[in-house]
Structure formats: C-alpha cells, structure tokens
C-alpha cells in the first residue's frame, strides 16, 4: 500500500541523504530479492553497529530521500522498500533507525505497513498526526 507522502518538518534533505537514500534505495531492492529472513538477519547484523540515534527531523528527512530515490524507480517502490531502503540510508550515515513490520486491523480492511522508528516514535510518516495515536500493531521491530 502506498500511503501519501507528508513532507517533513525542517529542510528539504541535503545532498549526502539524497545520495546515500538513492543507494539504500538501490541495496533494499536487491536485498527484498532474497528470502526475508535473509534481509532481516542483515538488518539485525547491521542494528548491532555503534551507531548515533537520529533527531526526529533527520530522521524524517532520511525517509524523505528514500522515498525521492523510489519515485524514480520503474518497479515497485511501496513501504517495504523505502523503509529498507531508509534503514541502510541512516546506518550508511552513521545513525540508527529501527525497521519495523506490521498490520492494522481497524477499519476493516487490513492493512499491512511498514516504516522505520527512532526513540521518539514513527519517522516521517503521515499517521503518526492522527487523532488517536499510531494504528499499527508491530509484528517486527529490528
């Protein structure tokens, strides 16, 4: 499911993010090509390196990038992947975000969704302004 894109609070991204989103972006795909539980043990691996916790605002802006470098992209280009792809553009920066998998079952339909968080919660996604909190339930969180 592709949801809209709400632009970040702040800057547009700089050059670097742009960059390392296009590469992540590039790495999600090829990694989403393999079972995923091959994907997920790299993510797990790459979650264990001394990396720094983004500000919300950079970690928005990290998922923005990916989100731009998937707008190019002729295939699929949804949550799944630009998540990824956000995941590896924040630890090719130095930073960590977590990647996360999971469903929401209210209003039917069910819904599946994925996104990355830091500490403070949900980056650069649209839903995290509702009314009543974030509607996922986590199924993975890496």
């Known amino acids: 499911m592709t949801l809209p894109v709400a632009p970040p609070a702040g800057p547009r991204p700089s050059v670097t993010q742009r960059l390392s989103g ?10 989403l090509r ?12 790459l979650h264990r ?17 990916a989100r731009s470098a998937g707008a190019w992209w002729p295939g699929r280009a949804a949550c799944l992947e ?4 956000a995941t590896l553009a924040a630890t090719a920066q130095g930073y960590r975000l977590s990647w996360c998998l999971g469903v929401r079952f209210l209003p039917p339909p069910r ?16 839903e995290t302004a509702l009314p009543h909190g974030w509607p996922y339930a986590t199924a993975l969180r890496i």
């Open 22 to 31: 296009t590469l992540g972006f590039a790495a999600a795909v090829l990694l």
């Open 34 to 45: 393999l079972p995923l539980r091959r994907t997920t043990a790299l993510v797990r691996l």
């Open 49 to 65: 390196l001394p990396l720094r916790e983004p500000t919300p605002a950079r970690a928005a802006r990290i998922v923005q990038a």
């Open 82 to 85: 630009t998540s990824l792809a």
């Open 111 to 126: 819904v599946h969704h994925a996104w990355v968080e830091t500490t403070a919660g949900p980056a650069g996604e649209p």
